[in-house]
Nanobody, 120 residues
Framework: VQLQASGGGLVQAGGSLRLSCAAS????????MGWFRQAPGKEREFIAA????????SYADTVKGRFTISRDNARAMVYLQMNSLKPEDTAVYYC??????????????WGQGTQVTVSS
């Protein structure tokens, strides 16, 4: 599976961004999809995941209630709507795919990352 993330940018605290991830190469609907982030000097962390049909989602406690993951299997896309952004949300955001659904960071396929910067 090839993944291409986009939608990052610079936003003020309290603002919103919507990240997109386009998938190609294999049957998208077979895969769970996830979003992760990595801030400078920190390890990559799990943010959100959605099952292959979109029937179940998981979120890190740090983003619960602010971020929403969704997917469109017909378009082979997954999205991360980020609201009420905080400076501590600043990181490179990655989308990932795996046949197994989990909240770990050990997923099989990764996109290239998109930078999100939240100014105070």
């Amino acid at each position: 599976v090839q993944l291409q993330a986009s939608g990052g940018g610079l936003v003020q605290a309290g603002g919103s961004l919507r990240l997109s991830c386009a998938a190609s190469g294999r049957t998208f609907s077979n895969y769970a999809m996830g979003w992760f982030r990595q801030a400078p000097g920190k390890e990559r962390e799990f943010i959100a995941a959605v099952t292959w049909r979109g029937g179940s989602t998981s979120y890190a406690d740090t983003v619960k209630g602010r971020f929403t993951i969704s997917r469109d299997n017909a378009r082979a896309m997954v999205y991360l709507q980020m609201n009420s952004l905080k400076p501590e949300d600043t990181a490179v955001y990655y989308c990932a795919a795996d046949l197994d659904y989990s909240t770990s960071v050990y997923w099989d396929y990764w996109g290239q990352g998109t930078q999100v910067t939240v100014s105070s």
